[in-house]
């Protein structure tokens, strides 16, 4: 009975201290800057500018868009007092 007690114990510490491990792991990463969507938009408009010669109609027309939304989406935040 005693050791019934004592295993159960044991499997009852070993879990807290393996829910705090992760929880301060998780905590981590949320805490870690992300890269912001018009960073990214920017970066994937400067590669694909600098293969622009290879770029289909599609592609292109597609490109177009993006720098129109990264526009519209600067103009809003300047609007709101924000930067992007």
């Given at each position: 009975m005693?050791?019934?007690?004592?295993?159960?114990?044991?499997?009852?510490?070993?879990?807290?201290?393996?829910?705090?491990?992760?929880a301060t792991i998780i905590e981590r990463r949320l805490r870690r800057p992300q890269p912001k969507l018009a960073e990214e938009t920017k970066v994937l408009i400067k590669q694909r500018i600098d293969g622009i010669e290879n770029l289909t109609q599609d592609d292109f027309d597609d490109l177009m868009l993006s720098i129109k939304g990264l526009r519209d989406m600067a103009s809003r935040k300047k609007e709101d007092g924000q930067g992007i």
């Open positions: 005693i050791a019934v007690v004592l295993m159960l114990v044991g499997l009852a510490i070993l879990g807290v201290f393996i829910s705090t491990v992760g």
